[in-house]
């Protein structure tokens, strides 16, 4: 009789949405204690800003060089010692006492952090079967906009009762704890983890030699350079992430001087968007597998879904700027950033689409661009904001969706980067690694 499929794929993606919970965590505490920084330090807006930028450069720097660690070295090792490392920057955070300061942790903190979205993405090509890829995606994506949910709230009580400090010190402490879990419990192959039987193998591999037999080697980088969907792909997550980033930055700044909220009130304010963002993520990744499962192309599941997501964040943004009360306002921009959930869904899942093999390396190409609008945004926002006011700098935020919604159109997710191997190997052939029970 054959023994049913023993479910540690989905354990795995519950670790996975943990850690970037954290690791989301560690961005948003910033973000929350700015107004006590900027009290303590003196710090600018523009100062503020450029402690947010230089933890993207150092982040977006280590996005493609992640992706294909992520493939040379496997995704284990590579989670481990990145979510160990920003980790230790994280609670070094607590220590600074200038600007300079400041500016050297967060670059490292960027540096450490990057390597763990396409690490992610290999390791959910790896563990997940072809009708799974938007669910692992979607667990990815959860953790990472959950952690804004209940950030805000968390590290305003924190700094009420321990200073801003404390947040920084018990945020590194629990990610360098589930560092350790997740070497602890994750394998480069579900063949050659104990927790895992045979008949779980045999679902997640199918018959994709890809999966089944992997081989270390660079992805053809030549080729992919030379594919306008590879440039596309990349360019609508520019768009993408700028907008998210100009929430994750200035959300609660925003709140507090444009819409005159306490620090309280804002704590629990600056959620709703991120708690949208999340739901609908969640929501994406189902309904998309189920789509794809019934017959729906891909172009129609992820490409739509792309460009619906983006239409719908420019028109919200853009009511929520000029919304006259504040009510309205976190009404529309919650709405807004829910929307991205649709756009960041189809993104990471086309990755895995387009990049196969090499989705590390896909992936990253893609969130380097992304974080490029990282890079640009805390900067830009903060720079139109002290010129011409908030509600210029959320317009002009809007108005770039546009041009993320024409990127999409370009991108195809049923034409892999790569062509599948010709001929699969068996699917399972004997492995002591596995459990059979």
């Known amino acids: 009789m054959n023994a049913k499929a023993s479910q540690f794929r989905w354990f795995l993606a519950v670790l996975m949405f943990l850690i970037c919970f954290i690791s989301y965590m560690d961005r948003v505490n910033l973000s929350v204690a ?29 996005q493609i060089p992640g992706g294909i660690m992520s493939e040379l070295f496997g995704h284990r ?3 481990t010692v990145a979510a160990s490392f920003w980790s230790i920057f994280t609670a070094l955070t607590a220590t600074c006492t ?9 670059t ?5 952090e990057g390597p763990l979205a396409p690490s992610f993405s290999r390791f ?6 072809s009708n799974e890829k938007a669910r692992g995606s979607s667990f990815l994506l959860g953790g990472v ?9 968390a590290t305003v009580a924190l700094m009420l009762a321990f200073g801003w400090r404390s947040v920084f010190v018990i945020f590194g402490a629990a990610g360098l704890v589930l560092a350790a879990a997740w070497y602890y419990f994750a394998t480069e192959s579900p063949r050659h983890n104990k927790f895992v039987n045979a008949a779980e193998v045999a679902h997640i591999e199918g018959d994709d030699a890809e999966v089944t037999q992997p081989q270390k080697e660079l992805a053809p980088w030549r080729s992919f350079l030379s594919s306008p969907q590879f440039w596309a792909i990349g360019i609508q997550f520019f768009i993408t992430d700028y907008i998210m980033y100009v929430f994750l930055a200035w959300l609660p700044l925003y709140l507090m001087e444009a819409q005159n909220f306490s620090l309280q009130k804002m704590g629990f304010a600056a959620s709703f968007p991120w708690a949208a963002l999340c739901i609908v993520t969640f ?17 129609r599941v992820r490409t739509l879904s792309g460009v619906v997501g983006l239409a719908l964040c420019c028109v919200f943004l853009y009511l929520g700027a000029v919304a006259t009360t504040p009510t309205l306002n976190v009404f529309w921009l919650t709405l807004s950033l829910g929307s991205l959930g649709l756009t960041f869904n189809a993104g990471w899942a086309a990755c895995i689409d387009l990049g196969g093999k090499f989705s590390g390396s896909v992936s990253g190409w893609m969130n380097f661009w992304g974080n490029l609008g990282g890079v640009v945004a805390p900067l830009l926002t903060a720079w139109i904001a002290t010129h011409y006011g908030w509600q210029s700098a959320i317009i002009t935020t809007s108005a770039f969706a546009i041009i993320g919604m024409a990127a999409w159109l370009l991108v195809r997710p049923e034409r892999p980067l790569v062509p599948k191997i010709a001929n699969p190997v068996p699917a399972f052939p004997e492995n002591k690694a596995v459990s059979n029970t």
Do not use: C, H
């Not at 490292?108 to 450490?112: A, E, K, R, V, Y």
């Not at 959910?124 to 079967?129: A, E, P, T």
């Open 108 to 112: 490292l903190f960027g540096i450490g």
């Open 145 to 153: 906009f959950f952690g804004p949910v209940i950030g805000p709230a």
């Open 283 to 299: 929501a994406t990744g189902y309904f998309s597998d189920k789509l794809i499962i019934a017959g729906a192309s891909k172009y």
């Open 34 to 62: 700015t107004p006590e920084i900027m009290k303590e330090f003196n710090f600018t807006k523009m100062d503020i800003g450029l402690l947010q930028t230089v933890f993207f450069v150092g982040y977006s720097l280590m």
């Open 124 to 129: 959910i090509y790896r563990w997940f079967n």
């Open 77 to 79: 090792r590579v989670i």
């Open 98 to 106: 200038s600007l300079p300061m400041f500016a050297v942790v967060r």
